[in-house]
């Protein structure tokens, strides 16, 4: 691609009112590639039997006043006070074949609206509003494209309102993210590789048919075998920070709308090359290579990833420390924040006759200092290193209450950032020996059952003691009766007996389970 820009040409035949913008309602859309052969399309299906005149109008985008483009008259006499030299009808027969169309070489300066105006005797026959837009897409860098560099296609259309998008497509109809930008619409391709060499699409859609492209064009992209040359990488920062095990930690990121990120990695206290274990493309909208690191995503808000902006978020294992480099890619521009992660963590090994607290941690080259602290500061703690990275201490067992407590391990780094991690010491746990209460339940049901033989046997008890007093009478008055026996099958015989006499009354059980089964009168009555 010679000039690094391509101008294409577009006609479309609906009518499109504008009128809630304030600008002239159109009939046709016609974009246009500058310097180009072009013609706006005027035709009268029915042309009249009698001479007729055609004006050519033009109101430029941003102006207030018509200006004439080009006039011909019933006897073909032609004139144009604004006209250009390429300025001419398409057909001159157009008296007979009714086509008004009119034919030039547009520049940049030419769109806005054309008015076809055909007349007889100064009445309007008809009239045609045609918008010409201009369609400018550049290619940036110039083609070839280095390999490793960021391809740009940038798509502009003047007037803008005469659209509603512009998309594009890759090789094999693959959709490009398109952002648009204050002077049109913009997609990228960073890290162009061989694989992405082949014909480009781009499709505009007019305002009020956004589902329909209005025309797809194809623009070539060659890649060339060398490399980008250099990168500009601008360092920003340098970061040295520490955290617990398992905690998240940010892995900042240089502030700029970039186009993709890479992460870097370094293992702890290594010399070892780096490694690259993150890189987003936001325009592809993918990943690679394959995270390696389970715990480490994209930062959520305020970042936004598919906008451009990066941070990492690390929830991490110890073998996590170590050394990070984020690179965000602006274009061919690079911006750089390294940041040096020391990972903190305190494990309690027991065996049968100590309890050992081991203090680990990794990049030892930013730590100043490691160390124990317990609750009681007046007691000193012994401290002991099994290998760089490392101090211990050890507790006799069992655990007691003068060695109970909370125990810190405290990391601190070169530049004055602290860490601390706590581990708790308890006694040991004492079984609590529970006393058995018998239930009472079963002696109270027993109690229970004997309460009515109690109760029975005492009324017992004193039937007889009132039956032995009975028996100390002599003689028993009463009524007799030679039929009833019962004192209460014959009331009548009592109202008989004498008020002196006394009733003996014998209680005869007649059977077993019977208590008291009826009053009887004397074995022998006397009258």
Same mark, same amino acid.
């Given at each position: 691609?010679?000039?690094?820009?391509?101008?294409?040409? *577009?006609?479309?035949?609906?009518?499109?009112?504008?009128?809630?913008?304030?600008?002239?309602?159109?009939?046709?859309?016609?974009?246009?590639?500058?310097?180009?052969?072009?013609?706006?399309?005027?035709?009268?299906?029915?042309?009249?039997?009698?001479?007729?005149?055609?004006?050519?109008?033009?109101?430029?985008?941003?102006?207030?006043?018509?200006?004439?483009?080009?006039?011909?008259?019933?006897?073909?006499?032609?004139?144009?006070?604004?006209?250009?030299?390429?300025?001419?009808?398409?057909?001159?027969?157009?008296?007979?074949?009714?086509?008004?169309?009119?034919?030039?070489?547009?520049?940049?300066?030419?769109?806005?609206?054309?008015?076809? *105006?055909?007349?007889?005797?100064?009445?309007?026959?008809?009239?045609?509003?045609? *918008?010409?837009?201009?369609? /400018?897409? /550049?290619?940036?860098?110039?083609?070839?494209?280095?390999?490793?560099?960021?391809?740009?296609?940038?798509?502009?259309?003047?007037?803008?309102?005469?659209?509603?998008?512009?998309?594009?497509?890759?090789?094999?109809?693959?959709?490009?993210?398109?952002?648009?930008?204050?002077?049109?619409?913009?997609?990228?391709?960073?890290?162009? $590789?061989?694989?992405?060499?082949?014909?480009?699409?781009?499709?505009?859609?007019?305002?009020?048919?956004?589902?329909?492209? +209005?025309?797809?064009?194809?623009?070539?992209?060659?890649?060339?075998?060398?490399?980008?040359?250099?990168?500009?990488?601008?360092?920003?920062?340098?970061?040295?920070?520490?955290?617990?095990?398992?905690?998240?930690?940010?892995?900042?990121?240089?502030?700029?709308?970039?186009?993709?990120?890479?992460?870097?990695?370094?293992?702890?206290?290594?010399?070892?090359?780096?490694?690259?274990?993150? $890189?987003?493309?936001?325009?592809?909208?993918? /990943?690679?290579?394959?995270?390696?690191?389970?715990?480490?995503?994209?930062?959520?808000?305020?970042?936004?990833?598919?906008?451009?902006?990066?941070?990492?978020?690390?929830?991490?294992?110890?073998?996590?420390?170590?050394?990070?480099?984020?690179?965000?890619?602006?274009?061919?521009?690079?911006?750089?924040?390294?940041? =040096?992660?020391?990972?903190?963590?305190?494990?309690?090994?027991?065996?049968?006759?100590? *309890?050992?607290?081991?203090?680990?941690?990794?990049?030892? =080259?930013?730590?100043?200092?490691?160390?124990?602290?317990?609750?009681?500061? =007046?007691?000193?703690? $012994?401290?002991?290193?099994?290998?760089?990275?490392?101090?211990?201490?050890? +507790?006799?067992?069992?655990?007691?209450?003068?060695?109970?407590?909370?125990?810190?391990?405290?990391? $601190?780094?070169?530049?004055?950032?602290?860490?601390?991690?706590?581990?708790?010491?308890?006694?040991?746990?004492?079984?609590?020996?529970?006393?058995?209460?018998?239930?009472?339940?079963?002696? +109270?049901?027993?109690?229970?059952?004997?309460?009515?033989?109690?109760?029975?046997?005492?009324?017992?008890?004193?039937?007889?003691?009132?039956?032995?007093?009975?028996?100390?009478?002599?003689?028993?008055?009463?009524?007799?009766?030679?039929?009833?026996?019962?004192?209460?099958?014959?009331?009548?015989?009592?109202?008989?007996?004498?008020?002196?006499? =006394?009733?003996?009354?014998? +209680?005869?059980?007649?059977?077993?389970?019977?208590?008291?089964?009826?009053?009887?009168?004397?074995?022998?009555?006397?009258?």
């Amino acid at each position: 691609m010679e000039s690094g820009f391509l101008t294409f040409i *577009l006609g479309l035949s609906f009518a499109v009112p504008s009128s809630q913008f304030g600008l002239p309602d159109w009939d046709d859309v016609v974009v246009v590639r500058e310097g180009q052969p072009t013609t706006l399309v005027c035709t009268d299906k029915a042309p009249p039997r009698e001479a007729v005149a055609i004006n050519w109008q033009v109101k430029l985008v941003g102006e207030k006043d018509w200006k004439l483009v080009l006039s011909a008259n019933e006897r073909r006499e032609f004139s144009g006070g604004a006209s250009k030299a390429s300025m001419r009808l398409t057909d001159l027969n157009y008296q007979d074949s009714g086509i008004f169309s009119l034919f030039f070489l547009p520049k940049m300066e030419d769109c806005g609206y054309y008015s076809c *105006l055909i007349k007889h005797r100064e009445m309007k026959l008809k009239e045609r509003i045609i *918008l010409l837009a201009i369609l /400018t897409v /550049t290619i940036e860098p110039a083609a070839p494209i280095p390999q490793q560099s960021t391809l740009r296609l940038k798509a502009t259309v003047n007037p803008d309102f005469a659209i509603t998008k512009i998309t594009w497509a890759a090789p094999g109809d693959v959709p490009i993210k398109t952002d648009r930008t204050n002077k049109g619409t913009e997609a990228k391709l960073p890290m162009v $590789q061989k694989s992405d060499r082949g014909a480009y699409e781009c499709m505009v859609h007019a305002l009020g048919s956004s589902s329909t492209p +209005l025309f797809a064009f194809n623009v070539d992209i060659t890649v060339a075998d060398e490399m980008i040359s250099s990168r500009n990488i601008t360092y920003i920062a340098d970061i040295s920070t520490a955290t617990l095990a398992e905690t998240p930690v940010s892995l900042t990121c240089p502030v700029v709308s970039g186009d993709y990120v890479r992460l870097w990695w370094r293992p702890p206290d290594s010399k070892r090359d780096m490694i690259m274990v993150y $890189q987003y493309d936001r325009w592809r909208a993918s /990943t690679r290579p394959r995270q390696i690191k389970k715990g480490l995503v994209l930062a959520g808000p305020p970042y936004n990833a598919e906008a451009g902006s990066f941070s990492f978020l690390l929830t991490p294992d110890i073998n996590d420390s170590g050394f990070y480099q984020c690179e965000v890619f602006l274009d061919d521009k690079a911006f750089c924040i390294r940041t =040096s992660v020391s990972i903190l963590k305190v494990t309690a090994t027991r065996s049968p006759k100590k *309890l050992e607290l081991e203090c680990k941690y990794k990049e030892r =080259s930013h730590v100043r200092s490691a160390k124990w602290k317990y609750q009681n500061e =007046s007691h000193k703690l $012994q401290f002991k290193s099994k290998n760089p990275g490392s101090i211990s201490i050890s +507790l006799p067992l069992p655990i007691t209450s003068d060695i109970a407590g909370n125990y810190t391990c405290t990391l $601190q780094l070169r530049n004055g950032q602290t860490v601390s991690a706590l581990h708790a010491v308890t006694l040991p746990y004492k079984k609590r020996v529970s006393v058995t209460t018998p239930s009472l339940l079963p002696s +109270l049901s027993a109690l229970l059952l004997l309460v009515p033989l109690v109760a029975a046997a005492v009324g017992v008890l004193l039937w007889r003691q009132k039956h032995i007093s009975d028996r100390g009478i002599e003689q028993s008055l009463s009524v007799c009766s030679g039929e009833v026996e019962n004192v209460y099958e014959n009331p009548e015989d009592i109202r008989q007996a004498s008020p002196q006499s =006394s009733v003996y009354m014998d +209680l005869k059980p007649r059977e077993e389970d019977d208590v008291y089964k009826e009053l009887e009168r004397c074995e022998q009555c006397q009258c």
